[in-house]
């Protein structure tokens, strides 16, 4: 049986890849009535080459005024600490799946106990990409988790190496550029899972990796959509930012994370050689101390600028073929509203960017459930995947069919 193409796209090898393929077309149906731009609350910019054909699904939630909480959002780093300390951290039972990766690595699957024996194998599944030195404890990923299971889809937490306690069997962490491990994670969710389709969500370097995958593998992408939260974008800037005034306490709080996990770790690079600085990685005191020491060099990069600047999520939103949704706050400290590619976003019809005038980092404290519940981002992402999978099991299936007809 000879493979399909459809005009300019490679090779179709897999009904997922199908289904997907199909999706893209079915949300851009000309019969589908468009929304007027202005439908959305002036309080939240939305642009995009793919608005015309998103915006009509989030309507309920675009619709009203972005109200940030009263004595917390109106200050971005009160509302970034507010949400890392004092949102609620919703109690999930979690089921651990170690996964060895092509290079003797290891990272850790976090799927809902209990899920297989209630959810039909073909529900859709959505991948959860934390942020920098994040996990599956994490109360934003948490939140997110729950949302998707009240709807019946399948979720697993994808902890990167050393993350969320997950092991590390190699002299090699993980960085804003390594797509290896989120390859391998898909790939297996997709073989475990084969009629199911596959979604994910990544928030701040999380969302960094996950559109750097989506550029990657372009057309051939398996996800049926994808949507990036608080995404730094450009590293050169946000690094920049990183070490102006409050936004050094955040830098210090997360290089203590990361001396936290080498630490644990430390005997794997005792003997390495060559580049690494294992001292300054062991002692330090922020970002870019630990990835001059150690990152940049694991990954082939001469100096720490070529690591952020190559690294950059916002030079692969051109490649993304695969609907994303980016949602960014203007006043988050830690993933500056300049480095968002907004020309980019704008010319691809992929895409789409909701920037809300407040929210800080990982905060958004807004919505019916604040100020301790989930962020008010998380309604927002369930409308649009929610969106995207009734266009592959709907519309989809039809040209299933057809397709069908169509093998020579």
């Known amino acids: 049986m000879a493979r399909i193409a459809f005009a300019s796209s490679p090779p179709i090898n897999s009904i997922r890849s199908l289904r997907r393929h199909f999706s893209v077309l079915a949300s851009a149906d000309p019969r589908t009535p468009e929304m007027p731009r202005s439908s959305h609350h002036s309080s939240l910019e939305v642009i ?3 608005s015309d054909r998103f915006l009509p699904a989030l309507k309920e939630s675009l619709s009203k005024a972005y109200d940030a909480f009263p004595l917390i959002g109106f200050n971005r780093h009160v509302e970034t600490i507010y949400a890392a300390f004092y949102r609620s951290v919703p109690s ?11 290079d003797e690595g290891s990272v850790a699957l976090d799927w809902v106990a209990g899920d297989d024996n209630y959810l039909p194998p073909e529900s859709p599944i959505l991948i959860l990409l934390p942020g920098l030195t994040g996990g599956s404890q994490d109360s934003y990923v948490r939140h997110m988790l729950l949302r998707a299971r009240s709807k019946n889809w399948r979720c ?7 993350c969320g306690d997950s092991p590390v069997t190699t002299p090699q962490f993980y960085s804003a550029s390594f797509l290896g491990d989120i390859g ?8 475990r899972f084969p009629n199911a389709n596959l979604y994910a969500a990544g928030w701040s370097l999380g969302g960094n990796i ?23 974008f450009d590293l050169v800037i946000a690094d920049e930012d990183f070490h102006k005034g409050f936004n050094n306490v955040y830098d210090k709080a997360l290089s203590r994370s990361l001396r936290r996990i080498f630490s644990k770790h430390s005997l794997l690079f005792e003997d390495i050689g060559g580049e690494f600085n294992i001292p300054m990685a062991a002692n330090a005191e922020t970002v870019r101390d630990f990835d001059e020491g150690l990152t940049r060099v694991s990954f082939g990069f001469k100096t720490v600028d070529e690591y952020y600047s190559k690294s950059s999520s916002s030079k692969s939103i051109k490649n993304v073929r695969t609907p994303l949704l980016c ?5 988050d400290p830690i993933a500056p509203d300049r480095g968002i590619p907004r020309d980019d976003i704008k010319a691809n019809a992929n895409c789409m960017l909701i920037v809300t005038p407040r929210g800080g980092h990982l905060g958004w404290v807004a919505g019916e459930e604040a100020p301790s519940g989930a962020p008010w981002t998380d309604p927002v992402v369930m409308e649009f995947l929610q969106h995207v999978e009734s266009c592959v099991t709907v519309n989809g299936e039809r040209f299933l069919e057809d397709a069908h007809q169509m093998q020579v």
């Open 92 to 102: 999930v039972r979690l089921r651990r799946q170690c996964l060895r990766t092509k």
């Open 327 to 331: 949602i960014q706050a203007a006043n």
């Open 156 to 162: 697993v937490v994808f902890n990167s190496r050393g």
């Open 48 to 50: 995009g080459g793919g």
């Open 184 to 191: 391998e994670v898909i790939a297996h969710v997709g073989d």
């Open 210 to 232: 996950l559109v750097n995958y989506l550029g990657q593998e372009s057309h051939n992408c398996p996800l049926s959509a994808a949507v990036s939260l608080c995404n730094p």
